[in-house]
């Protein structure tokens, strides 16, 4: 820090308070810095993915709030909720707030999938259908599932969400938080069999193993697996080998593609070698997927065969990656989704005037930053990185003109932007679990944005 900000702690803005958001805030605290940390949040509500995009019966993933919870906790940290960067502030804002500003916003829209038919009637991204059964205020409130047969395209964790939701009943996803709209959806769910398919074989499916494994936890869903699909070249061997995790993931395929198929009602089939070629359509609408098989050319990756097949489905999700949005005033890498940057410090956009090769004191962490790629914990070690140089760049910041966190608030309040805290927080946790008890769940979440604001009463600390 430089003389004129030596005195006082540095302030740091983090737009963005998911997992990537708060493991950064916790880097800072963690270091010998004296620091001040105000996290930025569009949403009412903090964590983000946990919160937003991880499935409702994964208990054990939302576990890692209770982690989260103890750095919001800390006096060093300030939730600003409720508050949509660009909008409602802006990167010149934060300037004049705070030394250094990191965004953490992470990834919430879909990849695209450039096949024909994709834009149908009845084809879905699945980061939207998450949203939806995830309650998150700001999509629909209803969901067409008047499918009887579904595709879903992808073999990643997501895309083994999608096709767990859409092949349970309604009535098993109740005992979790899911709001009443998504529970009154679900109930009315028409899908019994639900085909998942990859390009590429067993040995290259991106699933943890124990996410895989939950597929056969419920008493109404029947993995199949087609044992012409367990199939394995020198460079698939290589990968199982060299991971244990793919060798887990390959040998529960394997048992589940010899066994003999039951008989509970809703089938939930795992396809491999079977490339997506084109979503069919009638009258605007899905009534097919057609798919090409591929086969391993030795060294895990694939080829096609030029050898089609259609399936019979009514609705196709893509589960093909996340994507992050473009955030005003940085620059953008369309094409990897992030923020171009080295180990957190952003690039100056090199259209722009001046000899900066960084942007001053402006950072990014998580997916921003690398992508979407990869497990919650993974996020850490970005945090990391990303502090460790915001800390090395820390004694030639230019200081903020108006440091006091009270200028910040005052500014947010002058423009009426009725922003949540952290103490809000706990209210609307109260208040959600209030609704869950008499019918003895943990909580019910509630999705009108209004009424999140409402329990949280802003700016009230």
């Not at 996803?173 to 390009?199: Q, S």
């Not at 895989?212 to 990968?239: C, F, K, M, N, Q």
């Not at 608030?409 to 946790?429: C, N, Q, V």
């Amino acid at each position: 820090m430089t003389e004129q900000s030596a005195a006082r702690p540095l302030r740091i803005a983090i737009v963005g308070a998911g997992p990537a958001g708060i493991y950064a805030a916790d880097a800072l605290m963690k270091s010998d810095a004296e620091v001040s940390i105000d996290l930025f949040e569009r949403m009412p509500a903090p964590f983000g993915l946990i919160r937003y995009g991880v499935a409702p019966d994964h208990p054990r993933i939302k576990g890692i709030i209770t982690a989260l919870h103890k750095v919001l906790d800390k006096p060093q940290v300030r939730l600003l909720g409720n508050i949509d960067y660009g909008t409602d502030i802006t990167l010149d804002d934060l300037r004049a707030f705070y030394d250094a500003v990191i965004f953490s916003t992470g990834a919430n829209a879909d990849r695209a999938l450039p096949i024909p038919g994709i834009d149908l009637d009845g084809s879905f991204g699945a980061a939207d259908f998450v949203s939806w059964y995830d309650g998150h205020p700001d999509v629909p409130r209803t969901w067409p599932l008047d499918a009887e047969k579904v595709a879903v395209l992808g073999v990643g964790n997501v895309a083994l969400d999608v096709a767990r939701v859409l092949a349970k009943t309604g009535d098993e996803l109740l005992p979790t938080e899911i709001p009443p709209n998504v529970y009154k959806g679900l109930k009315a769910n028409k899908a019994v069999e639900v085909h998942v398919f990859g390009r590429r074989g067993p040995a290259q499916a991106k699933f943890t193993p124990l996410e895989l494994r939950e597929l056969d936890h419920s008493p109404t869903i029947e993995v199949i697996v087609d044992p012409e699909d367990i199939d394995y070249d020198e460079g698939s061997e290589a990968a199982r080998r060299h991971s244990k995790q793919v060798d887990m993931v390959a040998n529960t395929l394997e048992q589940w593609a010899i066994r003999d198929v039951g008989d509970r009602p809703h089938k939930l089939f795992l396809h491999f070698f079977e490339s997506p070629a084109e979503v069919l359509g009638e009258n605007g609408k899905v009534v097919g997927l057609r798919t090409e098989r591929t086969q391993l050319d030795g060294t895990g990756n694939v080829k096609g065969t030029g050898v089609f097949k259609d399936w019979d489905v009514q609705a196709v999700y893509r589960a093909v990656g996340y994507l992050s949005q473009n955030l005003t005033n940085l620059p953008f890498d369309d094409q990897a989704g992030t923020v171009p940057n080295e180990a957190g410090r952003v690039l100056a956009d090199e259209n722009a005037d001046g000899p900066a090769r960084y942007l001053p004191a402006t950072y990014v962490t998580g997916w921003i930053k690398r992508g979407p790629v990869g497990l919650i914990g993974h996020t850490k070690g970005d945090a990391n990185e990303t502090i460790a140089c915001l800390l090395d760049d820390a004694p030639n910041f230019t200081p903020a003109e108006r440091p006091e966190p009270e200028a910040v608030t005052e500014f947010l309040e002058s423009k009426g932007i009725p922003f949540t805290t952290w103490a809000g927080w706990y209210r609307l946790d109260a208040h959600e679990r209030s609704l869950g008890e008499p019918e003895g769940r943990e909580r019910v979440k509630v999705v009108e944005r209004e009424d999140m604001l409402r329990a949280s009463e802003p700016h009230k600390v």
